[in-house]
Each structure stands twice: as structure tokens, then as C-alpha cells.
């Protein structure tokens, strides 16, 4: 089924006249048709569009003359990525029937590279959450177990990559919402150095800890993608002008001699032990592939949960202050102004938005800014000063992705502090601004359900975490796993 299908295998048959493109996409949108009923990943999609992209590749295909990398690709969007003519509701009521009126550069650069863009994929409310429960329309379901969430808050991203609906999918990362789902989905899911990819036509969460990334099937599949969506904007004013390497390109050879550090700080009390034991056996794999082990240390890392929920809610309740009534979507009237922004922002947003919102502007506010928000801000510098002075003696550092594999849906919608422990290993990523990749090492035994292991890497060190992570997958198999929905369990 060509929906299974990686970007470098789908590439390669386009290219050799194996299949077209339109049939591609055609298979995309049958599993769509087939399964998405009980995943639930797509918000929306635009069949006729999706063919029309995949025919204008198919003419490309056929001058010969076309080096697209990603020509007749379906990669599918977060409902938070802007694309022209298409909704951009992130998931929540307040946006109404809000369509874009530009592509975010992700969408133009991916476009440039010949790929298929389609579709609206589920999340949290406004990327906040860990479960993509918080969505305002439903919520999207684990495909290896229907009963589960697949993480959040890029949970449709990373459902519709492992329920094969499309061969890659757009997210965003602030505290963990690529590389979380992607564990609890059994995929692969990369977030970049903050400012290695615009963020210009993303709807901001936080500004100082958002980041577009990719979710594929295979570490040569994201290396590709990374590659074609990452380079300096002018239109974002924290984006780089840092050189794009090949990613492609440096993922082969030996990883021999590479210094990977396990920090003890992460091997916490709490971790499911199957989970334990699948990274002990990661670790344990890329050493025997000549990778050198070294303990190091991140002493603030006890500290970096209370930091994000500070920088993260204040940093929201300022992007979020646009959504009023007046400027977009949804408007319930009121007697005065106050009253209509009471109404809307009431009616509009969700539980946990209010939650956030509501802790963004305690901690902003006169009295406690020095006291929350500006510590915070100190803290957040002495976490990124550990991984420094960590990446000083190692190339890498390796985790586990999450603490527990995916846990049912309900479970945790009463406890919020629960929740928010579920992204405990990915959050200090963001604070520092560096690199991490999330990709499968294992199963729990019954129910079998994917665990994920972490890699971390220094500012701009993207080409290195991609290259260990490649050599760990090829060693292994389990990014041959298939969830039920695929084809019976079927294996590539």
C-alpha cells in the first residue's frame, strides 16, 4: 500500500514511474477514509485540492527536468500552521471559520520543494496541553490502542503518521508537543534549535519556546524534511542566518567515539519501568556501536517544570490577548466592550486555556513579576547554562522521551499537575533553545505500546543527534513496527 510508504521510498518510486503521484495522495486519502473515523487525526481536508497539488506533481514528474526533493509528498499540517484559503481554527472555538489568507513559511519552502500540503490535524486548544484532549471538537485516539491518547499537543500529527494517513506531518514543539506524541505514537519527531526554522504564519503560544518541526516514519525521513523547511526568514525576527547543513548527507558513516551523556538527573523515581528498561537497552545498543558513555550533570533540571509553567502561561496570556471578539473569529455581544471580551474569551476558550491564561497574568502581574516571572527567567538561564557546560564533554545527551507510555484517555483530565509531569523530560529542550529528537527503542509488553527515547543535542547540533539517532534505528527494528490499523499489524 503506497500509503506506507516513506518519503525516500515514495520519492524514489515517483521518480522511477513506479506510481504517480495522484495515486499516492488517492492512497492517503482511502486509509483517511478507512480509519480516520476511530483516530480521529484530521479536523478537516480538501480531497479535490489534495488531487490537484498531486496532479501538478505528476506534470512535473512526467518533464523529467524537476529536482523537487519532496515532489508529490502528502505531508499533512498542525492546525496551527497558517495555509492560504484553508482553516486555522488551533483547534479552538474562539477562531469561528477563521481562514488563512497566507502560507507560513514552512508551507512556502515546503511547497518550493514540490510537496503535497494537506489537510487540518487535531491538537490541543491552541497547542496547550499534553494529550490533545483540550481540543475544542474531539479527541484524537492512539492508533496502536483506540482507548489511549496519542499525546499532545501535536497529537494528529503524529496519529496520522502512525496510522499511515500521510507520510509526514507538520507539528510545533514548546515544551514537548513534537516529541511527546511521537513517543506515544510509535513515530519519529524532531524539534529544532530555536531559530533554525521560522515561525512566521505559526499562531504563537510562546513566542521564546516555539518551534515547527517535523513527524515522519524514519530518521532519513526527517532529515530530509528538516532539511527543506529550516534556513534564515526576514519575515521573523528570531530566526538565524545559521548556514543549513545537508542533513541528509551526514547521516551515514560510524558513530564510534561519539560522547553521549546520560544525565543521572533524568533516571528519576516515577519512571515506568518497562520504559526504564527499553532505554537501558538503547543505551546500551548505541554503545555497542562504539559510542562512548559519560555521565553528566544537570543540576537545575528539578526546577525546569515550575520554569516553563511560568515563562510558558506568561508568554500566553499576552499572544492570546488578540483573540478578543473584535480582531478574529467568534463575537458574543455585550452591553460594553468589557462585556463582549467577557463573553467571547468565556465562551471561546476552553478549560485549560482559561487555566493558563489566568496563571500567565497572576505571574505578569504588579506585585509578583519579580517574584515569578523574572526568577523564571533567571532559572531558565541557569538550565540552559547546564546543557553547555554538559555539551562541552559530550556530543549528545540521551533520555527517555516520557516517563509512562500512553495512558488512557480520562486518566489524568482531572489533575492537571499530572499532565503537565508528562512532558518532564522534554520541557528543559525549549527553556535552552536546543535541539532534540524523539524516536521508538521499544514496546511495553501488554498492552503493546510504543516507548520513545530522546536525544538532545547542542545549539545547531541537529546533523549530529540525526546521524546517532540513524544509527541506532538501522540497528534496530522497531520503526518497522506497524500499529493494528495498518494493514493488520503488517510490517514494511
Given amino acids: 500500500m503506497l500509503n506506507q510508504l516513506t ?51 505528476d506534470k512535473a514528474l512526467a518533464s523529467g527536468n524537476s529536482t523537487q526533493p519532496l515532489l508529490g509528498i502528502p505531508i499533512g499540517m498542525k492546525d496551527v500552521l497558517s495555509v492560504k484559503g484553508q482553516p486555522c481554527n488551533c483547534s479552538s472555538k474562539i477562531l469561528g ?18 510537496a503535497v500540503v494537506f489537510g487540518r490535524l487535531n491538537m490541543d486548544e491552541f497547542a496547550m496541553g499534553s494529550s490533545t484532549e483540550n481540543s475544542a471538537f474531539f479527541t484524537t485516539r492512539n492508533p496502536w490502542d483506540l482507548e489511549r491518547i496519542p499525546g499532545g499537543s501535536s497529537g494528529g500529527s503524529a496519529a496520522a503518521v502512525a496510522a499511515d494517513e500521510c507520510l509526514a506531518t507538520l507539528g510545533s514543539d514548546t515544551g514537548g508537543s513534537i516529541r ?86 533524568y533516571m528519576v523515581g516515577g519512571l515506568d519501568p518497562e520504559v526504564n528498561a527499553s532505554v537501558q537497552k538503547a543505551i546500551q545498543q548505541l554503545e555497542s556501536l562504539g559510542a562512548e558513555l559519560v555521565e553528566v550533570s544537570l543540576p537545575h533540571s528539578d526546577y525546569a517544570v515550575a520554569t516553563y509553567y511560568i515563562i510558558a502561561t506568561a508568554e500566553a496570556s499576552a499572544n492570546l490577548a488578540r483573540f478578543d471578539g473584535i480582531r478574529y473569529g467568534t463575537r458574543v455581544d455585550g452591553a460594553d466592550p468589557i462585556e463582549l471580551y467577557s463573553k467571547t474569551r468565556g465562551a471561546g476558550f476552553g478549560a485549560e486555556v482559561k487555566r493558563r491564561i489566568i496563571l500567565g497574568t497572576y505571574v505578569l502581574s504588579s506585585g509578583y513579576y519579580d517574584a515569578y ?74 498492552p503493546k505500546l510504543p516507548i520513545g527515547l530522546q536525544l538532545l543535542g547542542k545549539p545547531f547540533g541537529e546533523s549530529t543527534i540525526l546521524k546517532i539517532a540513524h544509527a541506532y534505528e538501522q540497528s534496530t527494528k522497531w520503526h518497522l513496527e506497524k500499529s493494528p490499523l495498518t494493514s493488520s499489524g503488517a510490517k514494511r
Fill in 7 to 57: 518519503i525516500t521510498e515514495a520519492a524514489q518510486g515517483l521518480r522511477k514511474k513506479e506510481f504517480s503521484a495522484r495515486e499516492l495522495m488517492q492512497s492517503c486519502l482511502d486509509q483517511i477514509e478507512k480509519v480516520d473515523g476511530q483516530v480521529k487525526a484530521f479536523l478537516s481536508y480538501d480531497r479535490e485540492d489534495a488531487l490537484a497539488q498531486a496532479d501538478g506533481a
Fill in 97 to 114: 471559520a477563521f481562514r488563512s489568507v497566507y502560507d507560513a513559511t514552512t508551507v512556502q519552502k515546503l511547497r518550493a520543494d514540490g
Fill in 180 to 265: 511527546q506524541p511521537a513517543a506515544l505514537c510509535g513515530c519519529v519527531g524532531f524539534k529544532p534549535t530555536y531559530g533554525r526554522v521560522s515561525r512566521y504564519g505559526l499562531v504563537a503560544f510562546a513566542s521564546s519556546l516555539d518551534q515547527i518541526g517535523p513527524f515522519t516514519k524514519t530518521v532519513a525521513d526527517t532529515a530530509l524534511l528538516l532539511r527543506s523547511i529550516s534556513g534564515l526568514d526576514p519575515l521573523d525576527s528570531t530566526s538565524i542566518p545559521e548556514p543549513v547543513p545537508d542533513y541528509t548527507a551526514a547521516l551515514n558513516g560510524p558513530i564510534k567515539g561519539l560522547k553521549i551523556g546520560i544525565a543521572k538527573e
Fill in 373 to 446: 516571572y523574572l526568577k523564571a527567567q533567571k532559572v531558565r538561564t541557569l538550565i540552559r547554562n547546564d546543557f553547555i557546560k554538559a555539551f562541552e564533554k559530550v556530543d549528545a545527551i540521551i533520555t527517555p522521551t516520557t516517563p509512562t507510555a500512553a495512558f488512557k484517555i480520562g486518566e489524568k483530565s482531572d489533575d492537571p499537575l499530572q499532565m503537565y509531569l508528562s512532558d518532564i523530560f522534554t520541557i528543559s529542550c525549549n527553556l535552552a533553545g536546543i535541539c532534540g529528537i524523539s524516536l521508538p527503542c521499544g514496546f511495553t509488553s501488554a
